[in-house]
């Protein structure tokens, strides 16, 4: 994500934790913490071993003049930060996170999350909080099919909901809302093929953008496209 952290070297891209399968022993996860400069070519490491555990998949976001690191790998723990080296644990436990890839964002002053099957397959709820420390459930089941690995951003006044895994199953429609208790498909299959894992979305230049992810129907191609 991109964050300012008041250092005077102004909006920076930010980097946290993750894993890589080709280390030795492979499959090593990380919770070190890196910075780019501004034009992103360059980076440097701000944290070696920041004081929340090491976890692949976190969901990141900025709120509230602060970088936000929640979930993942298991957890369901909140921390933010705001400078990118100093923690606080905001939150032990919320159920929305205890996915092994979290799913956040940021919609009309507060933090969104959305817990789909993950580790908790009783679980298919929508939450918010307006500080990171207390959540509420908004609806008990969304109405869109349970999945993990999908992409949850807000763009134009809205939240979105794109793609995604249920087993070797992979999703291609869209969901959208404003209020996260109504939400409308606005696509069964959008034109880019089904994908879910390592899938990234954003919003640039007043557009959203789908990029990459693991193949269709169960598929462990890769894609380099983007939409």
């Known amino acids: 994500l991109t964050f300012d952290a008041g250092d005077g070297r102004g909006q920076r891209l930010w980097l946290f934790g993750g894993f890589s399968p080709f280390t030795t022993p492979p499959n090593t996860i990380y919770n070190d913490i890196w910075a780019s400069d501004t034009t992103g070519n360059f980076w440097s490491q701000a944290v070696s071993n920041a004081p929340f555990p090491a976890r692949l998949g976190p969901a990141c976001v900025v709120f509230n003049n602060q970088m936000w690191v929640m979930g993942g790998g298991g957890f369901d723990d909140v921390w933010a930060s705001p400078d990118g080296i100093n923690w606080a644990q905001k939150a032990a436990h919320v159920p929305g996170f205890l ?7 940021v919609f009309n002053g507060q933090l969104w999350a959305i817990s789909q099957t993950g580790l908790t397959p009783s679980l298919n709820h929508i939450w918010s909080s307006p500080d990171g420390i207390n959540w509420t459930p908004i609806i008990p089941t ?25 087993g070797t199953e992979r999703f291609n429609d ?12 606005d696509t069964a299959a959008a034109p880019f093929a089904p994908r879910g894992l390592f899938q990234g979305a954003l919003t640039f230049q007043g557009h959203l953008w789908v990029l990459g992810g693991l193949g269709a129907n169960g598929a462990s191609i890769p894609f380099n496209d983007t939409w």
């Open 174 to 185: 869209v969901w959208e809302s404003t209020d996260g208790v109504t939400w409308t498909e």
């Open 142 to 166: 969304s109405p869109f099919p349970m999945r993990d690995n999908f992409a949850f951003l807000s763009f134009a006044g809205k939240m979105w909901v794109i793609g995604g895994t249920l």
């Open 99 to 105: 996915q092994i890839v979290a799913n956040a964002a």
